[in-house]
């Protein structure tokens, strides 16, 4: 079992900024996969970023390079800076987890978003 705590959300202004942090504990394997995904009212959960271990990460192409993850195998954590903020980018944003060896994937509960003026 792996438990997901993310942190970060809120309300913000278009063009503004945000950091979002996750939490990871339980059984953690060192070699795994963490990311962030989002889902917005009457849409399917995307994909927004995602890394492997020490990998380059791979983002989504609506970031257009506004967006940076990283990563803190000490501490088993994982971020997202997100930068230049549009009133699109309003979803409940979700941090992932994945054993590279396993098909299990573990899901944080989420945390909202709001982007408006």
């Known amino acids: 079992q792996v438990q997901l705590v993310e942190s970060g959300g809120g309300l913000v202004q278009p063009g503004g900024s945000l950091r979002l942090s996750c939490a990871a504990s339980?059984?953690?394997?060192?070699?795994?996969?963490m990311g962030w995904y989002r889902q917005a009212p009457g849409k399917q959960r995307e994909l927004v970023a995602i890394?492997?271990?020490?990998?380059?990460?791979n983002y989504a192409e609506f970031v257009e390079g506004r967006f940076t993850i990283s990563r803190d195998n000490a501490k088993n954590t994982v971020s997202l800076q997100m930068n230049s903020l549009k009133p699109e980018d309003t979803a409940v944003y979700y941090c992932?987890?994945?054993?590279?060896?396993?098909?299990?994937?573990?899901w944080g509960q989420g945390t909202q978003v709001t982007v408006s003026s």
């Open positions: 992932y987890y994945k054993i590279w060896n396993r098909q299990y994937e573990y």
């Open positions: 890394i492997y271990n020490n990998e380059m990460p």
């Open positions: 339980g059984n953690i394997f060192s070699i795994n996969t």
